[in-house]
């Protein structure tokens, strides 16, 4: 099987802003990959996968997945599940990235990759 990355970057957040990391109009099957390295106390990540089920269809949330704090040294990059695509329509699977602080806090550097396997 071959892996090959997607798309790749650093997304610094704005809090409380849902960040599109990447939109796939490719079939095939994708994983999320997030370095919470940069993550402190009182600090909330989401990530979501959203997917058109139909062509022409409405984008919903497919994948959801919520930390808080400081993340263990042995549980540092999240990995989404497998998501399937075989539509080729412009966003037929969007990753995205939203931070939220418990209270004040300033938003992080998050690296990320979305693989894809063939």
């Not at 984008?59 to 997945?65: C, E, P």
Request: proline share 2%; hydrophobic share 40%; aromatic share 8%.
């Amino acid at each position: 099987m071959a892996v090959t990355a997607q798309g790749s970057g650093t997304q610094t957040a704005t809090l409380t802003t849902e960040h599109t990391l990447l939109d796939v109009a490719v079939a095939g099957t994708f994983t999320l990959h997030v370095d919470c390295i940069n993550m402190a106390a009182g600090d909330i990540l989401e990530l979501r996968i959203y997917q058109m089920i139909l062509t022409i269809g409405t984008r919903r949330v497919a994948y959801y997945a919520r930390y808080e704090g400081a993340q263990f040294a042995d549980d540092m990059i999240k990995i989404s599940v497998p998501i399937s695509n075989e539509l080729t329509d412009a966003g037929s699977l969007r990753f995205t990235l939203q931070q939220n602080r418990i209270s004040g806090g300033t938003g992080r550097a998050y690296p990320w990759k979305v693989l894809k396997y063939a």
